[in-house]
């Protein structure tokens, strides 16, 4: 079976390396021998002992008959998409770790698969290396998904844990994940909270098999958390997380990536670093839990490589998968209710405003913090666009 990579950036070079150090074991677990004959990328490689795999012209990949699976690690939607697309059209099986391509075209490029006898698998899209499409698509089968919920996105997990844990400055933190190779391209995805909102998008399109659109959701990054946040949430025992989730509720469908303080009991309260942690919660089930490392070369390259795996067992059939063009209507957020943690100006009329709520020690001059009352979505935005004075909001996910 051969093998075309495209992209050989942090992931693509990873995949490579996981097929070639491994490739006796993975021969025996695909049944077939893989093999790479061509990595596609914009530059050369002089030095790389892979150099003579180099090309530059993705027609000579998709002209090319003996290419059985085409792993895509480019990134972006263009030309990501026309380059996929045009494979799957070949009858070639395409593994990809590229979430924005599969969250905006996920359904059509699988419905093309289906129709072609070949596979576009994605469990790298989501988690980094955890197990966690293929768990949903083929484990847990039995159940409604009530929930899903977790920390998705690896780069701001790290972001949060380095300045919580040992003072560092946002900045700093950020160019060592882009140096670890954690961070997108344009680490505004990232600490934006879109990247998360992508990983929701396609978990609740495969946990409800229609299309979520992630423009859809409601996202908060982590560019509005400061030191003084840190400071508060270590005074409560706590910590801030970004979250993703989606769940059903009385209203329809919610899904949000927003930050969370969480506290010791929280069972995310421990994932930290580049790890994720994603709940899923069943109607049978209950929760179950996934975890490992969300980001990073290798740990993503053992996910794609798996599905390059998966691709070469089921040449000429195509793993089912239900995630339909139709759209997936999402209930609006206004009456998902929160308690919340609040910084305001000195002076700001608490009580008269937000009712009864917990005073906390203030931790800078001039500002006053409390949690409130579980409050929802609607009533606090309803606060926040009258009153002046509001200095920060960050939602609680206590247990
Ligand atoms: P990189 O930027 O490190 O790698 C992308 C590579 O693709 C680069 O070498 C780039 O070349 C090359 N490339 C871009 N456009 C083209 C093109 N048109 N033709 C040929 N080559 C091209 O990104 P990553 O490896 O970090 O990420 C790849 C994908 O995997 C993204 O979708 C990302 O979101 C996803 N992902 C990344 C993870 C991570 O931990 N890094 C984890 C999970 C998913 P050049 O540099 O010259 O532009
Ligand atoms: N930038 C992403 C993250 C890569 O940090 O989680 C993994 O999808």
Redesign the pocket.
Known sequence: MNVAV???????SGVVEVLTKNQDSIDVKAGKEIRIKYI????DFPEDPHKDKII?D?SIISKDTSIGIVVE????VH?AYEFVKECLEKGKSVCT?????VAKHGAELLSIAKEKKVNFLFE??VG?GIPIIRPLNQSLTADKILEISGILN?TTNYILTKMTQEGLDFHTVLKDAQEK?????NPEADIEGY?ACRKIAILTSLAYGKQVDYEDIYTEGITGITDLDIKYAKELDASIKIFGMSKITDTGIIAMVAPFLINKAHPLFMVNDVFNGIFVKGNMLGEAMFYGRG???LP?ASAVVADVVDAAKHEGTTIMTIWSKEKLELAKIDSAKFHRFVRVKDGFHIAGTFGNVQVLKSQAEKERAFLTRPMTEADYQKIASTNDGILSMIRLDFK
């Open positions: 495209l992209g050989y950036g942090t992931v693509g596609l990328d914009l530059r530059h993705f690690t480019m990134g972006g030309p770790s590229n979430k924005e391509l790298a899209s980094g690896g190779g954690y961070a997108e391209r990247d980001a990073g070369k993503t």
